[in-house]
């Protein structure tokens, strides 16, 4: 069973940043790909940016540029930093990874961006 934890949320202005983060824990396993995905009220979650174990990332066309997804391996973590942020970037951001146990989710942190 593999634990993945979320912080870094919170209320920010418009044009402000937050940095949010994920720590991976429990039975030994690989971490293979990881995510951020997002929520907003009444609409579907969408992937927000992607990293493989490899570093290679991808993003949502609407964060690209303000948006940088990292990781470190061996601390097991994910991090997301958000700069610029917009009213429209306010959701719930969940991690999502792909071990060697399966695919696990967070619980998620609330972004509120205000405008």
């Known amino acids: 069973q593999v634990q993945l934890v979320e912080t870094g949320g919170g209320l920010v202005q418009a044009g402000g940043s937050l940095r949010l983060s994920c720590t991976a824990s429990?039975?030994?396993?690989?971490?293979?790909?990881m995510a951020w995905y997002r929520q907003a009220p009444d609409r579907q979650r969408e992937m927000v940016a992607l990293i493989t174990a490899g570093g290679r990332t991808n993003y949502l066309d609407s964060v690209k540029g303000r948006f940088t997804i990292s990781r470190d391996n061996a601390k097991k973590t994910m991090n997301l930093q958000m700069n610029s942020l917009k009213p429209d970037d306010t959701a719930v951001y969940y991690c999502?990874?792909?071990?060697?146990?399966?695919?696990?989710w967070g619980q998620g942190t609330q972004v509120t961006v205000s405008s």
């Open positions: 429990g039975s030994i396993f690989i971490l293979n790909e």
């Open positions: 999502n990874a792909i071990t060697s146990l399966g695919r696990y």
